[in-house]
């Protein structure tokens, strides 16, 4: 099943400590690319939380937002940091004297310090929030994936329809190219027995160097390599696994195969074919640029 990587999903729950919100935007990238915003009572999480999204959004850039707004006051624990404020206190000592203006420090200089303050949740309130944001964290993803899903099933239809008509024009071109290499085979031999018409050459080595000339332009190989690409590539759509690397290998191959044809083609038609099939590998290649 082909899945974009473009996502979007946001789960807000209502708890004692407030509102936990998480936002989660993914679009596509090469890798893995994720970055999270988070309050401060989260951040011992950030490696678990970074786990949990790369283990279920294996490419694209990913960023997730997670806050936790109006949390009432009586459930927050405000500590003083004392090991803290003695270091604070001994450097401001060690300036003061340093300057030849010694000093006693007070209350209000440590105040200069926000930091000597901590605010903590008791640790029976931070398990259950933690449980919570997993809890949340699961649900998000459900409907970025959800929504991946819908994306990449818009995008399978339109990749299918730029393939099908790389394979019609591809039926096409191995038609015209072989009609065009017999035509090409006659008209090389005619010009070969009307030049050695006087020097007595045996007809079948005539035929020989046609058939070498005519080879020159042979593009069945081609031909055939392009068609087992295009079944390769079909196969993608209901894979299992992250196809848009491989898609995006396939359509270099294919656009190698192609233009082959058109460099070995002396055909009009099948120049103006050649350029009608590197359109749609192209469109197809932008469209793969999203697929995980």
């Known amino acids: ?12 729950r209502n ?5 936990l919100s998480v936002e989660v935007r993914s679009v596509n990238s090469r890798y893995f690319d994720f970055s999270a915003r988070f309050p401060e009572i989260f951040e011992n999480l950030e490696e678990e939380i970074k786990r949990r999204f790369s ?8 960023k997730v937002f997670i806050t936790l707004n109006g949390a009432p006051d009586e459930k927050k624990h405000i500590q003083l940091n004392r090991e803290l404020v003695e270091r604070y206190r001994t450097l401001l000592q060690e300036a003061s004297e340093s300057l030849g203006s010694p000093e006693v420090v007070t209350l ?3 105040l200069n310090f926000p930091d000597i303050f901590e605010v903590k949740a008791p640790e029976n309130e931070t398990k259950a929030l933690q449980t919570e944001l997993f809890q949340a964290i699961e649900e998000v993803l459900g409907e970025v994936l959800k929504m991946q899903d819908a994306e990449g099933a818009h995008l399978a239809a339109e990749i299918k329809s730029h393939l099908d008509l790389v394979h019609d024009v591809a039926v096409q071109v191995q038609q015209i190219s072989m009609e ?9 031999k005619e010009k070969l027995l009307l030049l050695t018409g006087d020097l007595n ?16 332009i042979d593009i069945t190989e081609e031909c055939e390599r392009l068609d087992s690409h295009i079944k390769q590539f079909r196969t993608y759509y209901d894979s299992p696994e992250p196809v848009g690397k491989r898609m995006t290998f396939l359509i270099q191959e294919m656009n190698r195969e192609i233009s082959t044809i058109g460099a070995k083609s002396e055909n009009a038609t099948v120049s103006h074919h050649v350029v009608e099939v590197k359109n749609e590998l192209e469109k197809i290649r932008e469209q793969a640029q999203n697929i995980l």
Request: glycine fraction near 8%; aromatic fraction near 8%.
């Open 1 to 12: 099943m082909i899945r974009s990587m473009t996502g979007f999903g946001k789960v807000e």
């Open 15 to 19: 708890l004692e400590q407030g509102t």
């Open 55 to 62: 283990s279920r959004l294996t490419r694209g850039r990913v």
């Open 108 to 110: 209000n200089h440590l």
């Open 180 to 188: 065009n290499k017999q035509a090409y085979f006659e008209k090389v």
């Open 201 to 216: 050459i045996d007809e079948s080595r005539v035929i020989q160097e046609a058939a070498i000339f005519s080879k020159k």
